[in-house]
């Protein structure tokens, strides 16, 4: 069957899309593309699941949550084009899209595709990281913060006060919570995709200076974490680079495998998944087209 439909999936309760800008993001894009609006989590998937079988292009003006839902519910190869519409929009903004939706829409209906790798873990497809341990209890933590009425996430200062309140709970302290194969013992586990690994605001944290889009999977795990080492690692995070004997490290790796202590939280593209004593994670090279 030839394809020859555009959809654009929409999530209303994403923190930067309202009915103006939905109405100028869809003027922007080619003539005869679909709307289609989630209500609830896993909405996005199964709509992923229902238009991959038959769009030319899928295109998705939401926060990194529903791109993870698209990307875990498509089968095939259709391409995808990623709209920023969330607080942070980690997966367009590291793709090279500005943040505005109205431009970076007006780029995707007129760009180039790109092939880029996935992640993959415990059978979760992830674009852009993962982490088991620190990064997902905070994800955790500013989930159960709630919405705000009109649906919207918490911003990036509860988000901030979220970091503080846990670093304080933990006593500023980590210790060697997990086993990587081949590598040893960590407090926890931060995988990239690509570089940044996240942002904060306008600044890129580049935890993994050198993940690509094009490559494997790339992982810092600090062994453990003192109080006198949190500068440092702060630094490192927002400078790039982590060359320390406590942080250990791996490039372009098409498998990782570790085992937990006891269970720990799971995030994928900055979802909870739940917890996990165990954990498989691969690389998908060359898994899925974009449009940038």
């Not at 998944?273 to 087209?289: H, N, P, W, Y």
Request: aromatic fraction near 6%; include cysteine.
């Amino acid at each position: 069957m030839t394809r020859a439909t555009r959809v654009l999936i929409v999530n209303p309760f994403a923190s930067g899309v309202s009915e103006r800008r939905l109405a100028a993001v869809q003027a922007v894009l080619p003539a005869g593309t679909e709307t289609a609006l989630t209500q609830a989590q896993g909405d996005a998937t199964e709509l992923g699941r229902e238009w991959s079988s038959r769009a030319e292009a899928i295109y998705v003006f939401s926060g990194d949550g529903t791109y993870n839902e698209v990307i875990n519910g498509i089968s095939g190869d259709v391409a995808l084009g990623f709209i920023p519409g969330g607080g942070t929009s980690v997966l367009p903004r590291a793709l090279g899209l500005p943040r505005d939706p109205v431009r970076a829409a007006e780029l995707i209906a007129s760009g180039r595709p790109r092939r880029i790798s996935l992640g993959v873990i415990n059978g979760r497809r992830f674009a852009f990281n993962a982490g088991i341990g620190f990064d997902a209890e905070l994800v955790r933590k500013v989930d159960g913060l709630g919405r705000r009425a009109d649906g919207k996430r918490p911003g990036d200062v509860r988000f901030a006060l979220t970091v503080v309140r846990t670093l304080a709970e933990h006593r500023l302290r980590y210790d060697p919570l997990l086993e990587i194969d081949g590598l040893g013992r960590a407090a926890f586990v931060l995988i990239a995709n690509c570089a940044p690994y996240t942002y904060a605001g306008r600044l890129g944290l580049r935890i993994a200076p050198d993940a690509s889009f094009e490559g494997g999977l790339d992982i810092v795990a600090p062994r453990e974490v003192r109080m006198r080492a949190i500068p440092r690692l702060a630094t490192q995070a927002v400078r790039g680079g982590h060359g320390s004997r406590d942080v250990l490290t791996g490039h372009d790796l098409d498998r990782i495998q570790l085992r937990c202590d006891r269970p720990m939280p799971v995030q994928v593209d900055g979802e909870d998944i739940g917890d996990v004593v165990e954990a498989e994670i691969f690389a998908q090279r060359d898994a899925l087209t974009v449009l940038v």
